[in-house]
Each structure stands twice: as C-alpha cells, then as structure tokens.
C-alpha cells in the first residue's frame, strides 16, 4: 500500500526472526500482526497480536521463517522501521527502530509520529 516496490516495508533482526518464528510455533498463529493506535503519552502505541490469516490489505514480510502481518492504516507509519527483539536482566521484548518517530516517551512505551495524522490506526491489543 505505502511501499516501494521490491523493498519490503520493515525488516527483522535475526533475533526478532528466531522469537516470531519461536511464537508462531508454540502458538499455532499465522504469524504476528503489528499495528500502532492511539494511546500512552507521546500520543500513539505499538501494537501486536497473534493473527490466524492476515487481513486482505495487510502487508505480509516473511524472513526466515517468521512472518510480520502490518495493519494498513499502520504501513505509514511503520516504513522503514527495523524489528528487534532484546533481552536484558530484567526484562525482554520487541524493539522497534523507526525513523518515523519523532519523539518517544520517557519509558518508552509511546511514541510521536513526524507529522502524524490526528486520527488512530492499527489493530487490536497488544501482546
């Protein structure tokens, strides 16, 4: 939909294929549905679900086994971005490098958008 054709819209770090790939298997899902909505204080939020088939406008990246479905409204924003998965001490999850934000909440569960449009978009909750 936003795309350059023969570029894929995200790209995943090795880590973030062997997690996704990990989750689809333990799950049973099609694969992970990204999104973003409104929500938290920089104004927007990540979104991810397990999803059973992707959507009829979902943009579909699959490396290596893994499989990302992008929720249309969130192709926009999400172009360009690179998919992480980090592990620390205290704690693990995905990590979006996205040229895109223009400023990120202290706690980083947030983020703003470069000119971003007024209305939400995405799908569903979170994982």
């Known amino acids: 939909m936003f795309g350059i054709p023969g570029k894929p819209p995200v790209t995943l770090t090795p880590r973030a294929v062997a997690q996704i790939a990990r989750l689809m298997a333990k799950d049973g899902a099609h694969g992970l549905k990204v999104g973003v909505k409104k929500g ?3 104004g927007m939020e990540y979104t991810m679900e397990f999803a059973a088939a992707p959507g009829p406008m979902d943009e579909v990246v699959e490396q290596d086994g893994a ?5 249309p409204m969130a192709q926009m924003f999400l172009f360009g ?3 992480d998965y980090e592990t620390s001490l205290l ?3 995905f990590r979006f490098i996205n040229p895109n ?3 990120a909440c202290g706690c980083g569960e947030s983020i703003k958008f470069k000119d971003a449009p007024e209305a939400g978009a ?6």
Do not use: D, N, P
């Open 122 to 127: 995405g799908s569903g909750a979170g994982l």
């Open 67 to 71: 499989r990302v479905m992008i929720a």
């Open 101 to 103: 934000v223009a400023e």
């Open 40 to 42: 938290g204080c920089a």
């Open 81 to 83: 971005t690179e998919i």
């Open 91 to 93: 704690e693990s999850g």
